[in-house]
């Protein structure tokens, strides 16, 4: 399930739902792995244009801040043999 090229589309639709409180922890943790939750992801993905377009904003949203996130902690603003 994890190669399937939904899947990282998957992991941001319950990472909102999580960040929402409409879904606990552990919830999330079994939907993850959940291969049936994952087809009624992939049939709504599929079927609800809005939804597919909120998902794919979403992830792209997710993904843009990963990517920034990526380049300040590879910065090392302060260094660390720096004096001050």
């Keep these: 399930m994890k190669n399937e090229e939904l899947y990282p589309e998957y992991l941001?639709?319950?990472?909102?739902?999580?960040?929402?409180?409409?879904?606990?922890?552990?919830?999330?943790?079994?939907?993850?792995?959940?291969?049936?939750?994952?087809?009624?992801?992939i049939i709504r993905f599929e079927k609800d244009e809005l939804f597919k377009?909120?998902?794919?904003?979403?992830?792209?949203?997710?993904?843009?801040?990963?990517?920034?996130?990526?380049i300040f902690d590879d910065i090392d603003f302060w260094g660390t043999n720096t004096k001050y």
Excluded at 53 to 70: A, F, N, P, V, Y
């Design 12 to 41: 941001t639709y319950l990472d909102n739902k999580l960040n929402e409180s409409k879904i606990s922890k552990g919830k999330y943790s079994l939907l993850k792995i959940s291969r049936s939750s994952f087809n009624d992801f």
């Design 53 to 70: 377009q909120s998902i794919i904003e979403l992830h792209k949203s997710e993904t843009r801040d990963k990517k920034i996130d990526d």
